[in-house]
């Protein structure tokens, strides 16, 4: 009977090595990470950065409540240079196409934009949700850029800057 024992709990603990962990089995992450661009004047004077990111940001799902879910983002800054360093513009412009890729193929395609006022006031980032499509490389881009400063706070008078085209890859999801 002892080698009976024995024998079943070897059996036991050959058997619960070959069951996968849990962590394992847990879905994989979205994808995450940040990517930047940065553009500037024709004479040097002004410059405009926009920022793409793979992000997870709370949502809410009458079925599940509120959960974090994948996002992406974009972030808008415009810069004039002083005689020491850079400061923040208060107006700011832009216009993109957004896009994200996953596994080399497109998932969607969207036109962007934000504007931000003089006051510094207002969020700079626009934000929107998206749905995973399993496990992959996944690829957003913002190309077709359109950004312009305001051009030393004279109301009307708005200033190219030429950020080029951002992409960022990341696996996830």
Known sequence: MTRLRIAGALLSALALSAIPS????????????????????KDGSLSGKLTICFTEE???????????????SVKGECRRKTLLTWSEQG????TGDLSMK???????KERW??????AHTGDR???GHYQCRGNGT?????DNIDMK??????????????????????KGC
């Open 91 to 94: 107006s700011c412009k832009w």
């Open 22 to 41: 849990v962590a394992g089995a847990a879905d994989p992450e979205p994808p995450s990470g940040c990517e930047s661009t940065t553009g500037y004047s």
């Open 113 to 118: 934009g934000k504007a931000t006022g003089a």
């Open 138 to 142: 996944y690829t957003l881009t913002l």
């Open 149 to 170: 400063s305001s051009n030393g706070g004279i109301v009307g008078v708005w200033e190219p800057v030429h950020p080029e085209p951002v992409t960022l890859t990341a």
């Open 58 to 72: 709370k949502k809410y799902s009458h079925t599940k409540g509120e959960q974090m879910a994948p996002a992406v």
């Open 125 to 127: 980032t626009i934000r």
């Open 102 to 108: 996953k596994d080399g193929v497109q998932q969607w």
